[in-house]
């Protein structure tokens, strides 16, 4: 009997390495890129790009939701990385603005459905804006299917107003976000990423996390590398402040994640760390 139990046990712990081994990864990243401005001089767009580019290229995500981003930024990238193609509108509803951009690569995901949405009181009016604030914010969508997983998930990405006196409207921003996000089916996977312009002690991130019942998938990371902080004006040394997050819900575990602090001779791709999570799917 003894041996039969030490052979069950042998192949029971032989299946459990293998499950552990066959399990899928998905790598996600958010990154706010900087939009192109001449006035920030050596840092400006076509000074870096090659670093950003770099980048991403070193740490291969799978999905990447981008905020800032131009189209002629948006075509560079991905000129540069043909593995991945790109999607979204402006926050005027064009092309002639900062987009929501979402990339991702072809070979892993599919993308089933996608779409736009504003964070104002009609949010279905593109390009509109309501509580005083001085630039519209909008959230770009998609059902993606992981091809290699045989798994879907629906997909969000943001940037939230960023100035001090923006505090209500950026609550206001997560009421909606939330909203949206409590219409899906209960037992969709969710993924938001976003720059979110306001700390994990604040109002919002409670109530995408409490409310809407998403994790933090830095707080709730098997592994942490890198600063706390996200943004640090291409100077390399951020605050304590992480404005830069990665919520999600359903069979995903957050295996690693991390707060890329890559520079090249001490230029940086952006003035936001991006960040990187690894989940695996459970």
Not at 62 to 73: A, F, K, N, R
Request: some cysteine.
């Amino acid at each position: 009997m003894s041996h039969m139990k030490r052979f069950l046990a042998a192949v029971l712990f032989a299946s459990s390495l293998f499950a552990l081994q066959a399990a899928e990864t998905l790598r996600v990243m958010t990154f706010n890129v900087r939009l192109p401005l001449k006035s920030d001089g050596p840092d400006d767009w076509d000074n870096r790009r090659d670093f950003l580019v770099e980048t991403i290229r070193r740490r291969s995500p799978d999905l990447i939701g981008t905020q800032e981003l131009y189209y002629v930024q948006g075509r560079y990238i991905v000129e540069k990385l043909p593995d991945y193609e790109w999607f979204g509108l402006s926050r005027r509803g064009n092309h002639e603005d900062e987009h929501m951009g979402v990339f991702y690569r072809k070979d892993r995901l599919r993308v089933v459905d996608s779409g736009n949405y504003w964070l104002s009181e009609t949010p279905d009016v593109p390009g509109s804006m309501s509580w005083g604030i001085n630039y519209a914010r909008m959230v770009t969508w998609a059902v993606f299917e992981d091809l290699r997983a045989k798994r879907r998930f629906y997909y969000s990405n943001t940037h939230f107003p960023h100035r001090d006196i923006d505090e209500q409207a950026r609550v206001n921003c997560a009421n909606i976000l939330a909203s949206r996000l409590r219409a899906r089916p209960q037992d969709e996977v969710l993924i938001v990423t976003g720059d979110f312009n306001t700390d994990v002690a604040g109002q919002s991130h409670q109530i995408l996390t409490r409310e809407a019942g998403l994790k933090d998938a830095w707080e709730a990371a098997a592994r942490r590398e890198g600063p706390r902080g996200t943004f640090h004006a291409f100077k390399g040394t951020p605050g304590e402040t992480r404005i830069d997050w990665i919520l999600f819900r359903g069979p995903l575990q957050p295996m690693l994640a991390e707060t890329i602090t890559d520079n090249f001779n001490g230029r940086y791709p952006s003035d936001h760390f991006p960040v990187l999570v690894v989940f695996e799917w459970r």
